[in-house]
């Protein structure tokens, strides 16, 4: 159980967390770049039209930070553990 719980909390900092770099990339190359490679976490819908015009729908990183946040604990210990958490990723 507590691997599952690591795991939903990985996955909730790699929302928090990932930048949108490689999601413009793909949006500007969308035929020319292979998604595989790319940290596309802030992405929730990618649409291509057959004219070739990219629509990007980016994650709610608000609400997967107060996910973080109420998983933590909440309140200031909450916080106090959340920010640890996330500066332990930076590194």
Do not use: H, T
């Not at 819908?45 to 729908?57: I, Q, R, T």
């Amino acid at each position: 159980m507590d691997a599952d719980r690591e795991a939903l909390l990985e996955a909730l900092r790699n929302i928090a967390l990932s930048k949108p770099n490689d999601a413009i990339a793909l949006a500007q190359n969308p035929r020319d770049v292979y998604p595989g490679d790319l940290d596309l976490w802030c992405v929730s819908e990618f649409k291509l039209n057959s004219a070739g015009a990219v629509e990007l729908k980016f994650v709610d990183r608000i609400k997967a930070l107060s996910l973080l946040l109420e998983c933590s604990g909440g309140g200031e210990d909450g916080m106090g553990a959340l920010l640890e958490a996330l500066e332990g990723e930076e590194e």
